[in-house]
């Protein structure tokens, strides 16, 4: 059993920068595909970020891509999303997620390992 718990969420202005993180609590962390997805109210839970559990080969969501940056610390089993200029639209409860492919896809139905969500709501 994979137990995932996200932190650093909160409020941050329009233009502004936040970093979440995402502890695994388990010594195998580096044999997950590691992602990040995102749902906003009312709305279905949508691909953000991606990371491959090797090579650190790193996806994106067209909405975000140039803005936002997952990484991964195997040594400290944490996954990271650094979110810069931030939009309204990015406002929503981002979920971590881990899948035991090797590769992130875009699909949640991919991934077996859910995190309960930390919120970033992004208003001036």
């Known amino acids: 059993q994979v137990q995932l718990v996200e932190s650093g969420g909160g409020l941050v202005q329009p233009g502004g920068s936040l970093t979440l993180s995402c502890a695994a609590s388990?010594?195998?962390?580096?044999?997950?595909?590691m992602a990040w997805f995102r749902q906003a109210l009312g709305k279905e839970r949508d691909f953000v970020a991606g990371?491959?559990?090797?090579?650190?080969?790193?996806f994106y969501a067209d909405s975000v891509e140039g803005r936002f940056t997952i990484s991964r610390d195997n040594a400290k089993n944490t996954v990271y999303l650094q979110m810069n200029t931030v939009k309204p639209e990015d406002t929503a409860l981002y979920y971590c997620?881990?899948?035991?492919?090797?590769?992130?896809?875009?699909?949640?139905?991919?991934?077996?390992?859910w995190g309960q969500g930390t919120q970033v709501t992004v208003s001036s």
């Open positions: 990371i491959s559990r090797t090579l650190g080969t790193t």
């Open positions: 388990v010594s195998t962390f580096g044999t997950f595909a």
């Open positions: 997620a881990a899948s035991a492919q090797a590769v992130p896809t875009g699909t949640r139905y991919a991934y077996t390992y």
